[in-house]
């Protein structure tokens, strides 16, 4: 259960005072094993705070996820204990995460440290900790040039990673271990797909340009924003032309070449972004899996806006009660891993990960994979698809699937490494696809 400590009806909701507050419960959340995302909700749930302020509470929040192992070095430079309560340290490395790069943040010095120490007053749980807050952040100020130095001396330190993941990768990927640590600490743009029963690509940047909105198209039906709006100001969002989509997400649905009339599972499909792209492309008896009725309430919300529809199907894909026993031409698994691909977009499961969930997680997907296959029609074909970095998630899976269900694997990107530049920027993820032998 989150804790959520409401500030008092006097806040001012456009002060940054009342968004530090509020983002520091949001990271002391993720330090009790909470999901930012679920602990944002609920804040937003249960507070009175009003949009604009609810997008600077997660900006600030996401962005102290970014700089969490920096400013964690750092405040064990500047205090003699860690700082108690949890909501304490949240709002401590919140603000932090401003002073340290203010350019980029918006914010000046003194603005930061004087709406920390007021965050602190409205806060039942941080009154008493003014002083504290107010000594340590003047501090790191006047001492700023020689704590920096220190603070990045810890691998931490310097990536923003913990020492387990850094070293994962530095084994997995030699080359190009910092690259991939480096775009995985930068904000994710926002790229849409283009609904193409609505529109072309180029009509939609057309429908842009006269917007006022700059993009550039990135992939056949991508197209990326070149500032991120909320989505109530994407042109056509509401009325299903476009949907919000990672580029390399959109390579999915293109891979299983689905033709008019097949039959399509797509396993594990909560939010249903593929599965909404699966339908655009073709007429299909689709139906959507989730082991979670919520979840598939998001993807007939989804469904819904892009007037399309899909069977839903409530149950775990490893077990077949939810199965009617009539096999797949194609079968899309979106298996569980521990989503080390994307975590630009969710810079919270860096901190919430453990070294032992890659081997538990593929596990589990090993089991769903195993059961789909016996799904699959003869000469049908199934595409693996995770989030993850880590070769035991993916391409190891791959091959072991593969020898042990006699698959034949089809040409496939395989692991696209997550990207952040001008011409690629993408999140990281597998793909691999196989075909099952003919009767």
């Known amino acids: 259960m989150i804790q959520i400590s409401l500030l008092p009806p006097g806040a001012k909701a456009d002060s940054l005072a009342y968004q530090l507050a509020y983002a520091a419960q949001a990271v002391a959340a993720v330090r009790a094993g909470h999901a930012l995302p679920q602990a944002l909700a ?3 749930a249960r507070s009175d705070a009003p949009p604009p302020a609810r997008g600077a509470i997660q900006d600030l929040s996401y962005r102290a996820m970014r700089h969490l192992g920096l400013t964690d070095s750092l405040l064990s430079l500047l205090a003699n204990k860690p700082p108690q309560p949890e909501v304490l340290h949240g709002l401590l490395v919140t603000a932090l995460a401003l002073l340290v790069n203010e350019e980029e943040a918006g914010y000046d010095s003194f603005t930061v440290v004087d709406q920390a120490v007021q965050a602190a007053a409205i806060s039942q749980e941080m009154s008493f900790a003014k002083g504290v807050v107010n000594a340590i952040l003047r501090r790191f100020l006047r001492e700023r040039a020689a704590l920096m130095p220190q603070a990045t001396k810890t691998p931490p330190g310097t990536w923003n990673y913990p020492t387990w993941w850094i070293d994962r ?22 790229t849409l797909r283009v609904n193409r029963r609505r529109a072309s690509v180029a009509q939609y940047l057309s429908t842009l340009q006269q917007a006022g909105m700059g993009a550039r198209a990135v992939g056949p039906y991508a197209v990326r924003l070149d ?10 969002f509401a009325e299903g032309v476009v949907s ?24 594990c499909a909560a939010p249903g972004g593929k599965t909404g792209h699966l ?10 899996l989730d082991h979670d ?17 899909a069977a839903l199907k409530t149950g775990d894909a490893r077990e077949d009660g939810w199965w009617d026993g009539q096999g797949f031409d194609r079968i899309l698994a979106d298996v569980p891993c521990t989503a080390s691909g994307i975590v630009r977009r969710h810079p919270d499961i860096r901190w919430l990960r453990r070294k032992t969930d890659t081997a538990q997680l593929a596990t589990l997907s090993a089991q769903i994979l195993d059961k789909l296959w016996q799904m699959l029609r003869p000469d049908g074909k199934l595409l693996l698809v995770t989030c993850s970095l880590w070769p035991q998630e993916s391409e190891q899976q791959a091959i072991a699937f593969a020898q042990k269900n006699n698959a034949i694997r089809l040409p496939a990107p395989g692991q696209l490494l997550p990207t952040a530049g001008a011409d690629a920027d993408h999140d ?9 032998p003919g009767a």
Do not use: S
């Open 428 to 436: 990281g993820l597998f793909y691999a696809l196989f075909q099952k």
């Open 244 to 267: 919000v989509q990672d580029a390399a997400a959109q390579l999915a649905a293109p891979l299983l070449d689905v033709a008019d009339g097949m039959r399509v599972l797509d396993a």
């Open 42 to 44: 609920q804040i937003f």
């Open 279 to 288: 339908l655009e492309l073709a007429e299909l008896d689709l139906q959507a």
């Open 227 to 236: 500032k991120p709006v909320p989505v109530h100001q994407i042109p056509g």
């Open 293 to 309: 009725p919520r979840r598939l309430q998001r993807i007939a919300e989804n469904l819904d806006r892009l007037q399309l529809k």
């Open 169 to 190: 990768l530095k084994g997995a990927y030699p080359e190009q271990w910092q690259a991939i640590l480096h775009a995985g600490n930068q904000p994710p743009p926002l």
